[in-house]
């Protein structure tokens, strides 16, 4: 009991903004470079748009400097950032587009079957290597936190591009400064397209527009405040879309594909519009789902992607539509803690607003994909996974990270379907994580190198599951995913197919506070 109460405490400390248990800030930011001057008026949040890549052969090569600069985010002093700043070497028109005035590397779109080359210059001070998050894809192009490189260096990446259509994105991977990095900005998003969604003929070009949710902390001089502990995760109290606050997003009366990811490093986001209009989902991390579902609320978990089909036909032009984070309690009391800076905190994410009639119509296909997925009943073994939160570390059946190590039962054979539980029920350690409590987080769950279908969940110990009534029904278990949010109190098991590749791959908690902390273990893949 005295431990939960430092907890609180300590929690406390830091919405008050004393900074205990903060993490380092990356004095880093202080050293930057000047930029050429922008306008210091608030730019307005414009849209990356996107032209169709053509030819399925051929060749995406780009050359990517991890870089320092400075951006105009808000009024007055301009942000210092990390980013990732690519130029187009060889491709399509359109493989690769700017977000103007945002943080966020250049939008990457790709053709299943294309190769995709890139040069990775590291001119940062501090060490740096880029997971391409959700591709399958051999163990030396992943990313892993062994092949990072010293400031001054190179890395060559080169694979093909298996993945199916599908939201994928790419974010810096050094181990215990994942959560920094990407903080202060160095993320992008990769999108792959393919023949059979091609044929679809889904809103595209402008109409598909690409949409990153991330939440910051700026101090009072405009700066990336870095206030993260290990328990919670770094959470923010004011919301960026693609890079940019109180984000617009001005749309003509007909059909768009809204792709989202939630780039955020450990917020959970329950997503509705403010009209309480249904939505329709298309999409989610490994690409488009068999049908079209409905949901009133989508949960969306740090890594997560959702695709949206909103059509907004039947609107007026000036009519505006919110779309919000509705409040919910993340599996713990919050309500003693309150304030921005909580998990479950309500949020306006970003405001449509109509402008401009548009007479093109188009029906969404009743069919969108063939998923393919396979059977439970086929699966060669069941692997549980305990998930603890032991201290202020999350560990994974009792261990953290060790760089090169891989235990026996962390190994898997080429070309076999498991399923893998994450058991979120914190029963294997002693004490208070069996009631829930601060020790209780949801987390949402990453492997590499592999999409999976989620095929149950389960509440196990109903007592640890607070707030579970709220969230379920906006979980999206239908499609191929590589990040799974489970819930305080569940077991949640996915069905898996280890293909393609050997070699050493990661898993881990996607709260990047909890992967910085050790909440992460290599697998295996044994040809
Ligand atoms: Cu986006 Cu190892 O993760
Ligand atoms: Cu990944
Ligand atoms: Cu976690």
């Known amino acids: 009991m005295s431990k939960q109460k430092n907890i609180y405490r300590r929690d406390f400390l830091k919405l008050a903004g004393l900074g205990a248990g903060a993490l380092a800030l990356?004095?880093?930011?202080?050293?930057?470079?000047?930029?050429?001057a922008v306008p210091t008026a608030l730019l307005p949040a414009a849209l990356p748009t996107s032209t169709p890549v053509k030819g399925v052969d051929g060749l995406v090569e780009l050359n990517i400097r991890a870089a320092k600069s400075e951006i105009q985010i808000l009024d007055g002093e301009k942000t210092r950032v990390w980013q990732f700043q690519s130029e187009l070497i060889q491709g399509d028109a359109g493989a690769l587009t700017p977000i103007p005035n945002s943080y966020l590397a250049p939008v990457v779109r790709i053709r299943q079957g294309q190769t995709f080359r890139a040069r990775l210059t590291n001119e940062l001070d501090q060490k740096t290597i880029i997971h391409w998050h959700g591709m399958k894809i051999p163990e030396a192009m992943d990313g892993h936190p062994r092949l990072v490189i010293a400031p001054g260096k190179t890395y060559d990446y080169e694979f093909k591009v298996i993945n199916r259509a599908g939201t994928y994105w790419f974010h810096p991977h050094p181990?215990?400064?994942?959560?920094?990095?990407?903080y202060n900005g160095m993320a992008g998003l990769f999108i792959v397209h393919d023949e059979s969604e091609s044929a679809l003929g889904l809103p595209d070009g402008d109409f598909d527009v690409p949409l990153v949710i991330q939440d910051r902390i700026f101090d009072a001089n405009n700066q990336f405040s870095y206030t993260g502990d290990s328990m919670t995760g770094f959470l923010g109290d004011k919301i960026l879309v693609n890079g940019a606050p109180d984000f617009k997003l001005k749309v003509a009366t007909r059909p768009y594909r809204l792709r989202l990811l939630n780039g955020s490093n450990a917020r959970i986001y329950k997503l509705a519009w403010s009209d309480d209009s249904p939505f329709t989902v298309i999409g989610t991390d490994g690409g488009l789902l068999e049908k079209p579902i409905q949901r009133d609320f989508i949960m969306l978990a740090p890594a997560q992607r959702i695709e949206l089909w909103v059509d907004f036909s039947?609107?007026?032009?000036?009519?505006?539509?919110?779309?919000?984070?509705?409040?919910?309690?993340?599996?713990?009391?919050?309500?003693?803690?309150?304030g921005l800076s909580t998990q479950g905190a309500p949020f306006d994410i970003l405001t449509v607003s109509v402008e401009e009639e548009s007479t093109r119509r188009s029906d969404l296909p009743s069919v969108l994909s063939s998923p393919n997925?396979?059977?439970?009943q086929d699966a060669a073994r069941t692997r549980t996974i305990q998930l603890n939160m032991q201290m202020m570390t999350g560990t994974l059946n009792g261990r953290t990270f060790v760089m090169d190590e891989?235990?026996?039962?962390?190994?898997?054979?080429l070309d076999?379907?498991?399923?893998?539980?994450?058991?979120?029920?914190?029963?294997?350690?002693v004490g208070m994580m069996g009631g829930g409590g601060m020790m209780s987080q949801p987390h949402p769950m990453h492997m590499?190198?592999?999409q999976f279908k989620i095929i149950e969940r389960v509440v196990d110990n109903p007592q640890?599951?607070?707030?579970?009534?709220?969230?379920?029904?906006?979980?999206?278990?239908?499609?191929?995913?590589?990040?799974?949010l489970t819930w305080p109190g569940e077991r949640v098991r996915v069905l898996v197919k280890f293909e393609h590749y050997a070699g050493l791959y990661l898993y881990h908690c996607h709260n990047l506070e909890h992967e910085d902390g050790g909440m992460m273990r290599n697998f295996e893949i044994l040809a």
């Open 175 to 182: 181990h215990m400064m994942t959560g920094g990095q990407v």
């Open 26 to 36: 990356n004095s880093a930011l202080a050293s930057c470079q000047k930029i050429a």
């Open 448 to 450: 590499h190198a592999v």
């Open 406 to 413: 891989v235990a026996n039962d962390e190994k898997v054979n």
């Open 464 to 484: 640890m599951a607070v707030g579970y009534d709220e969230v379920r029904n906006g979980f999206v278990d239908d499609g191929w995913m590589d990040t799974v």
């Open 373 to 376: 997925f396979y059977q439970p």
């Open 416 to 429: 076999d379907l498991e399923i893998w539980e994450f058991a979120n029920i914190g029963r294997s350690g």
């Open 314 to 338: 039947g609107r007026k032009v000036g009519e505006e539509i919110v779309l919000k984070s509705q409040p919910f309690v993340a599996g713990f009391e919050t309500g003693m803690m309150g």
